[in-house]
């Protein structure tokens, strides 16, 4: 259990320059193979978030129906449900259009990244798992969502529009 970053208000704090920590946001690892989930897991606590694993697609359908995530890092190949059908699932329900779904995959030539795009992943993270990628990519997604529905940000950029219009007007 890592302790709370310190000096305020801060949303994440830089850790050997590249990797990050959180606050506990609750990440959806959905991976089949037992070594994967228990390093993943491993990589994913050290940057202070909070997992949940599901061995397969199907189980994770169930397990988003049940509960709130921020992040779903999705395994493609798996039994049962793999990891297209479960992202078109999740898609085709509405309450999750804005949930970022992330492909963890060792395929990435550009026709599988096309794939998961096309099944409504929103990115991908390389399989072996890079820790810095791993995070980067966590937190691209994670705090892009806040500031574009941040209400603060959204009021400062309207009074920015509206003064660069006053100035145009004189």
Same mark, same amino acid.
């Given at each position: 259990?890592?302790?709370?970053?310190?000096? =305020? @208000?801060? @949303?994440?704090?830089?850790?050997?320059?590249?990797?990050?920590? &959180?606050?506990?946001?609750?990440?959806?690892?959905?991976?089949?193979?037992?070594?994967?989930?228990?390093?993943?897991?491993?990589?994913? @606590?050290?940057?202070?978030?909070?997992?949940?694993?599901?061995?397969? =697609? $199907?189980?994770?359908?169930?397990?988003?129906?049940?509960?709130? &995530?921020? +992040?779903?890092?999705m395994? +493609? $190949? %798996?039994?049962?449900m793999? *990891?297209? @059908?479960? !992202?078109?699932?999740?898609?085709?329900?509405?309450? &999750?259009?804005?949930?970022p779904?992330?492909? %963890?995959?060792?395929?990435?030539?550009n026709?599988?990244?096309?794939k998961?795009?096309?099944?409504? %992943?929103?990115d991908? +993270? =390389?399989?072996?798992?890079? &820790?810095n990628? %791993?995070?980067? !990519? +966590?937190?691209?997604?994670?705090y /892009?969502?806040?500031e574009? !529905?941040?209400?603060?940000?959204?009021?400062?950029?309207?009074?920015?529009?509206? *003064?660069?219009?006053?100035?145009?007007? /004189?």
């Amino acid at each position: 259990q890592l302790s709370e970053p310190q000096g =305020g @208000s801060e @949303s994440y704090r830089k850790v050997d320059n590249t990797a990050l920590l &959180f606050e506990q946001q609750h990440v959806l690892l959905v991976e089949d193979n037992s070594t994967n989930q228990e390093i993943a897991a491993e990589m994913l @606590s050290s940057l202070n978030l909070q997992v949940s694993i599901a061995e397969n =697609g $199907q189980v994770a359908v169930e397990m988003i129906k049940e509960q709130a &995530f921020d +992040i779903v890092l999705m395994d +493609i $190949q %798996m039994p049962v449900m793999d *990891g297209y @059908s479960a !992202t078109k699932y999740i898609r085709k329900l509405s309450q &999750f259009n804005a949930l970022p779904i992330i492909a %963890m995959t060792a395929n990435v030539m550009n026709e599988d990244l096309q794939k998961c795009q096309s099944a409504g %992943m929103n990115d991908h +993270i =390389g399989k072996p798992i890079n &820790f810095n990628q %791993m995070a980067e !990519t +966590i937190r691209h997604h994670l705090y /892009k969502q806040s500031e574009l !529905t941040d209400p603060a940000v959204l009021k400062n950029e309207a009074e920015l529009d509206n *003064g660069k219009d006053a100035k145009n007007d /004189k």
